[in-house]
């Protein structure tokens, strides 16, 4: 199964969509952190935590095809 990031970076999804994927993996037995779970790196989470989730979409919107 594809990741959040996977499918934004792809344009398969909005950016908004994240607030489903957060929601999925808090509904579930998943053992990956919500980190892992979207596919996000180290300093993309950092962006989310530390700044806001329109610092981290920045980040992606650099990666994006």
């Known amino acids: 199964m594809k990741t959040f990031k996977e499918l934004y970076l792809a344009?398969?999804?909005?950016f908004e969509a994240i607030d489903d994927?957060?929601?999925e993996w808090g509904n579930s037995e998943?053992?990956?952190t919500l980190a892992q779970y979207l596919g996000l790196n180290?300093?993309?989470e950092?962006?989310?935590v530390?700044?806001?989730e329109e610092a981290m979409?920045?980040?992606l919107d650099r990666q994006k095809k």
């Open 57 to 59: 979409k920045e980040l």
């Open 21 to 23: 994927y957060v929601m």
């Open 42 to 44: 180290a300093d993309e």
């Open 50 to 52: 530390s700044d806001s």
């Open 46 to 48: 950092d962006a989310w």
């Open 11 to 14: 344009g398969e999804i909005e």
């Open 30 to 32: 998943d053992e990956r």
